[in-house]
């Protein structure tokens, strides 16, 4: 399976998918860190892949996802955002009843 195929698979087993640097438990940047705290914040469990272990996902997403920053938010198939979208989201109060919605059904 190439590269593309396992991005897609990945986002599509997964309701909501984060691909940051590092893990929620030991994020490796800044901005992964933030975007994680959000995201354990909201209270579900989500799916993340490390992308400095990953070098292969690391260099192809930015082009399948027309996104060439990390981290990046996957609900349901569709990208959210990066960080500061991810932050504001939470923030305003979007960012819980999106993924409570996600991973309900």
Same mark, same amino acid.
């Given at each position: 399976?190439?590269? +593309? ?23 490796? !940047? ?5 975007? $994680?705290?959000?995201?354990?914040? !909201? ?8 992308? +400095? $272990? ?24 569709? +990208?959210?955002?990066? !960080? ?22």
């Amino acid at each position: 399976m190439d590269v +593309l195929d396992t991005i897609k698979q990945q986002i599509s087993e997964n309701d909501v998918i984060l691909y940051m640097k590092g893990s929620p438990s030991a994020p490796q !940047c800044g901005f992964s860190q933030r975007a $994680s705290q959000a995201l354990m914040a !909201c209270g579900q469990r989500f799916a993340y892949v490390d992308i +400095l $272990s990953n070098p292969e996902i690391r260099a192809e997403l930015p082009k399948f996802a027309n996104w060439p920053t990390f981290p990046q938010l996957w609900v349901k198939g569709e +990208l959210i955002g990066g !960080c500061d979208i991810i932050t504001e989201m939470n923030e305003k109060g979007e960012l819980k009843p999106l993924i409570d919605a996600a991973v309900a059904g």
